[in-house]
C-alpha cells in the first residue's frame, strides 16, 4: 500500500463541505480538519505509486473549495499498534 498525506487550503467559507466531499474520494482514506498553517489533511492509500498522483492531481486539487495542496509521500510507517500486533503472540495479558 502507498500512502500519501496532503495539507489542504481550502476556501474559508467551504471546509466542512470540502472535506465531506474529499472523504468520499475513491483512494483518499481520512480527513481531518486541523488548526495550524492548512485548513485540512488527507491521507491517501492507493495499491500502485502511480495511483497517487491521480487521486491527487486528478480528483483532489479539481474538488471544488481546495485553493492549495503540498503532498508527502511516506516511506515507512512506524506506529505503536503496528508494534503491538508485531509482538502479540496470542498469550492473554499479564494484568
Same mark, same amino acid.
Given at each position: 500500500?502507498?500512502t500519501?498525506?496532503v495539507?489542504?487550503d481550502?476556501?474559508?467559507d467551504?471546509?466542512p463541505e470540502v472535506?465531506?466531499?474529499l ?11 486541523v488548526?495550524?498553517?492548512?485548513d485540512l489533511?488527507a491521507?491517501v !492509500?492507493?495499491? !500502485?505509486f502511480?495511483?497517487?498522483?491521480e ?7 479539481k ?8 503532498? @508527502?509521500?511516506?516511506f !515507512?510507517a512506524y506506529?505503536?499498534h503496528?508494534?503491538?500486533?508485531? @509482538?502479540?503472540?496470542g498469550?492473554?495479558d499479564?494484568?
Open positions: 500500500m502507498n500519501a498525506i495539507h489542504i481550502c476556501a474559508t467551504s471546509i472535506a465531506e466531499a472523504a468520499a474520494l475513491e483512494g483518499v482514506s481520512e480527513v481531518y480538519s488548526a495550524g498553517g492548512v489533511i491521507i !492509500r492507493v495499491p !500502485r502511480d495511483d497517487i498522483a487521486v491527487i492531481a486528478g480528483k483532489i486539487s474538488t471544488p473549495g481546495v485553493v492549495n495542496s503540498e503532498t @508527502f509521500v511516506a !515507512r506506529s505503536k503496528d508494534l503491538e500486533d508485531a @509482538f502479540a503472540i498469550l492473554p499479564a494484568d
